[in-house]
Each structure stands twice: as structure tokens, then as C-alpha cells.
């Protein structure tokens, strides 16, 4: 194996077993893994300079390939279901050595990188990639190391993409031809037969979400800004509902816009980059992330004229998750380091489909467990195949397929934390108002800005509220440069009996969804949820 590129560490490949791969290209820069890229057709340059990429039939995460090899070092840890499957040591060893196998007359990409912005918790990785491009994902996304120091770099965890080597199910004991396998006795993280590249940011945060609990902190899906006078806000929200819009706020300072920890000390980005969804952006609604598509960004089965190499944002050919990766640099005026104080504001983000929610309310410390528990929002009909209507969606801790531990790990540390540093909660409703979807309309971005900063201001903090039945949320009545008409959401409806019917239906589909967590949740929780006369 000829080791090409920048400084190999003296931690070679032979230590994950991997000794003859035809060539290993150790931490190129973003030009040569581009022009890497380009020579063997992994996509193309677009006008404006970035790397456009498809992912083929995956263009998305595949949360019924992903497993935890099961051990009794982990077992008593991990929260075992639909989430965390096993899969058995001896079948992971065998996929293992059949896909090492697979990489022997294969060219690689290695980066070095680290994940954590805080020293005292940051962690030595290891990326290494079947394609250049995948290489260049991971060095936009993750924290780089000093280049010239890339030598001594030793990496606790090491996450192996082989998207050319497909899984036989019958033998492999897999659902499909991909997989996503986290062994935290070996710290191996192997993905094969996908070729999506958030597999390898989700399986570093799901490492995370394992490691640090144990270390105090608090592991995070949400994005995080800083106004200036130092105020960190925390946007939780699952995809589509806003989170990166809203965190790239050009009034604040952007510290991250997925995954962070909230220590003693305060919050801290796990990244360095982001992964920003890019379907219909524009540079009016989203100029920071429009500004942030150039020369190194990743643009995941955007739509590309092939003549003219134009960008066509507003088409959904190939998906509605079409994705930018970039380096937090390319956001102007990002956090660096990318640390923060102990947040003033925690907005959970939902997109209700339904139309009931208000665009914000105010959320007591036992309303805020809940909803961080409940995780809430809505898919949209039509963007699943045999969806008609608007169909609820809960996902605990507005992050389930990268929880390794039982939910109530992470509910309970939020809560501790919000207590102690009076951190004030909302919810927002990023969705639907006036009606479902097809009556009514979508919130406009220009709307929940305004109120998010009216709520960071305090300028909420000195109005009059109004209990919301059923879920008995405070709903501010005025809010500044907002028609006050706006914020009840059963005054946007045509029909007022038809909306407080369809309240108490997704009040009950939250108390269903409670269920699960009713023995084990902190006592009192489900006092935060919805309420029945």
C-alpha cells in the first residue's frame, strides 16, 4: 500500500486491519480530494465552484440498517428496539472481514479530524473513505486538526465508508444491502451499501450521544447562535422544521446548526461544518447558507444544468432532501470557537401539520421535559408514498435514531439544566396555521424570526397570555411587529368547532405517544402534556 497526501500518521491503517488497499490518500486538502473527486467521476463542479454529488437510490438516512454490536461491556447501557438493534459479535466480525477483503485493490481517503469544540471533551477520529468525496464530507464537517501535526494523530473511533460494498442479507444477517454497524468495544463504525454521507455525521453524533452522558454533559440535536450581549439560544427541531434556517440568523452569531453538549461550563459544537438542507433555498429566505454554497461545499443531488452548470435549488427530481455540507468559516461571522454560554432560550421546533399549535408559546419547566420527551412534529401528505394526510411524528428527545441510551437519560439532564440556569422554553410551530395542510398555510420564516426575537428580546416576557386548551399553553396576545391576530391559532380558522375537535385529536395522539415513557419519565412529566376534561 503506498501512502500518498499530508502528513500519514505513524497510526497506520494496518491497525484496523487494513494492509492492502492500493493507495491511501491521507489527508488531502479541499482542492486535491475535489480534483480527486472529478477524476474519478464522483460528480460534478458547478457554476460557482461547488462539488455536486448524487447518492444513487439512498438519499437518505436508512434507520432500519443501523445496528450496535452487542456486547456485555454496553449491554446494560444501551436502549435495545427498533432503534438500537443488535447484531451479534461474531456476524459483525464476519461483515467486517468480508468488507476489509472488499478494500484490498481499492484506493482510500483518510482524514484525521476531531469532534468537539470544548478541549475537554473532544475526541480524536478517523474517516476512511471509498470516495474522495465522502473524504471531503468529513473534512468539512468535522473539527480539523493542525496539519502539521497530523502525525502524532491516534483516533479513538474509526468510521469505515464503503458504499461499494453491498451486505447479502441472508448472510450478513442485515435487512438490506446497506449497513450501519457502531461497535463501541472496537470503536469501529462500518457503513457500507449506502452511499448517503449523512450516515457518517449521524454515526459520529450517535457516538457522542453515548460517550458524554457519562462525562456530565449533555448530548444535543440542535442548532445554536449567540446574540450580542452573549445570549445563546438552542433550536431543537427534527428535519424541516427550521432548525438551520432559524439558528442562521444574520442579527447573531451562528456557534452550530446540529449537534452540541451542554456542560458545566456551557454549550459547545460538536462540529466543525454544516449540513444544511437546501431544497428551495434562496438567498432572501436563507442568505447565510446561500452564501455559504461556493468553491469546497458538498451539494448532495442538487438539480445541475449540465450545459450551463447552474443550480436549481427549487427542483425536487432527485429528492427533497437535497443537502449542502460547508465548513462553519463559510458562515460569516460564525462562533470561533464554537463555544457558548449556558443558554437563556430553548425553542423546541415544530412543524404542525395539523394547524392547531400556536406560532409560539411559553413553556413551564414541566411542559418543556414533556415536549423534549414527545420530540413532535408532523410529515406532510404526499411526501411518503400512500400519505394522504398529515400524520404525526414523534421522535424523543427531537432526536431518537441516535439515541444509544434509554430517553430519559437525556430528558432528565435537560431538565436539570434548565432548572438550574433558568433557562427559559418555547415552542414553536414552524407548520401550519389558519387549517391543515391544503387549507390553511405555512408560517412565513419573516413571522417566526420576529417572534423568536421578540421572545430573546424579553419583549415577551412582559405581555398578556392566553391559555391554550387541552395542551394548556401560555400564547402570548401581542407580540412587536406581528398582527396580533396570528398568534390564536383557533382565530385563524374558518371553523372554530372544527379546530377545537382536531386540538383534542393531537392532544391525543401526544397522551398515546406518552405511554411508553410513563414508568420511567421523572415524576410529574405528564402533567406538561395535554390535559382532558
Known amino acids: 500500500m503506498q501512502n500518498l497526501g499530508v502528513n500519514p500518521s505513524r497510526h497506520g491503517l494496518e491497525h484496523h486491519g487494513i494492509k ?29 465552484g461547488p462539488l455536486v454529488v448524487r447518492t444513487g437510490v439512498r438519499t437518505g438516512r436508512s434507520p432500519k440498517d443501523k445496528f450496535i454490536v ?35 485493490d481499492k484506493r482510500l481517503y483518510v482524514q484525521d479530524c476531531y469532534v468537539g469544540a470544548d478541549p475537554r471533551y473532544r475526541i480524536p477520529i478517523r474517516v476512511i473513505a471509498q470516495y474522495a468525496w465522502h473524504a471531503l464530507f468529513a473534512r468539512q464537517l468535522f473539527i480539523r486538526p493542525d496539519w502539521r501535526k497530523t502525525e502524532d494523530h491516534v483516533p479513538e473511533f474509526v468510521i469505515i465508508s464503503v458504499p461499494g460494498f453491498h451486505a447479502d442479507p441472508e448472510i450478513d444477517r442485515t435487512n438490506s444491502e446497506a449497513y450501519i454497524c457502531v461497535d463501541f468495544d ?18 459520529v453524533f450517535t457516538i457522542m450521544n453515548y460517550l458524554l452522558p457519562g462525562q456530565g454533559v449533555l448530548p444535543m440535536h440542535c442548532a445554536a447562535n449567540v446574540g450580542p450581549n452573549g445570549d445563546v439560544a438552542l433550536f431543537f427541531g427534527l428535519s424541516g422544521t427550521g432548525k438551520t434556517t432559524l439558528s442562521a440568523d444574520p442579527s447573531r452569531r451562528l456557534i452550530g446548526d446540529d449537534e452540541h453538549g451542554w ?23 436563507e442568505p447565510q447558507v446561500w452564501n455559504a454554497v461556493r468553491f469546497g461545499t458538498v451539494l448532495e443531488n442538487v438539480s445541475i444544468d449540465l450545459a450551463t452548470r ?8 432527485h429528492t427533497e432532501n437535497t443537502r449542502a455540507a460547508y465548513p462553519l468559516t463559510f458562515v460569516d461571522g460564525s462562533v470561533d470557537p464554537a463555544v457558548g454560554a449556558h443558554p437563556s432560550d430553548v425553542f423546541f421546533l415544530a412543524c ?11 413553556l413551564s419547566p414541566v411542559q418543556a421535559r414533556y415536549h423534549f420527551i414527545a420530540g413532535y412534529t408532523a410529515k406532510i401528505a404526499g411526501t411518503e408514498a400512500g400519505l394522504a394526510e398529515p400524520t404525526a411524528t414523534f421522535s424523543t428527545c427531537f432526536g431518537a435514531p441516535f439515541l444509544p441510551r434509554n430517553p430519559t437519560v437525556y430528558s432528565r439532564m435537560l431538565g ?112 406538561g402534556g395535554p390535559q382532558f376534561d
Open 263 to 285: 456542560s458545566d461550563q456551557g454549550v459547545f459544537n460538536f462540529e466543525g461544518g454544516c449540513y444544511a438542507k437546501c431544497i428551495r433555498l434562496s438567498r432572501e429566505a
Open 70 to 104: 452487542r456486547s456485555e461491556s454496553v449491554d446494560a447501557d444501551i436502549w435495545w428496539g427498533d432503534v438500537n438493534r443488535p447484531m451479534p459479535r461474531e456476524v459483525f466480525d464476519t461483515l467486517y472481514r468480508r468488507a476489509l477483503a472488499y478494500l484490498q
Open 186 to 203: 472496537r470503536r469501529i463504525v462500518l457503513i457500507g451499501g449506502t452511499e448517503y454521507a449523512g450516515e457518517i455525521k449521524k454515526s
Open 416 to 527: 436539570e439544566r434548565l432548572g438550574q440556569h433558568r433557562t427559559r422554553a418555547w415552542l414553536v410551530n414552524t407548520g401550519w396555521t389558519g387549517g391543515p395542510v391544503g387549507v390553511g398555510h405555512r408560517m412565513s420564516i419573516r413571522d417566526t424570526r420576529a417572534l423568536i426575537a421578540a421572545a430573546l428580546s424579553g419583549a415577551l416576557d412582559t405581555v398578556r397570555y392566553r391559555r391554550l386548551p387541552v395542551f394548556n399553553l401560555d400564547v402570548p396576545e401581542t407580540c412587536p411587529d406581528l398582527a396580533s391576530d396570528c398568534l390564536w391559532p383557533r382565530s385563524t380558522w374558518t371553523d372554530p368547532a372544527l379546530y377545537d375537535a382536531r386540538l383534542r385529536e393531537v392532544g391525543a395522539l401526544f397522551a398515546e405517544n406518552f405511554r411508553q415513557f410513563e414508568a420511567v419519565a421523572a415524576p410529574g412529566t405528564s402533567d
Open 20 to 48: 492492502t488497499a492500493l493507495f491511501a490518500h491521507w489527508n488531502l486538502g479541499t482542492a486535491a480530494l475535489i480534483e480527486n473527486a472529478l477524476s474519478q467521476r464522483e460528480g460534478l463542479l458547478a457554476a460557482g
Open 352 to 362: 404542525d401539520a395539523f394547524g392547531v399549535l400556536p406560532p409560539i408559546a411559553r
Open 310 to 317: 447552474r443550480l436549481d435549488f427549487d427542483d425536487d427530481a
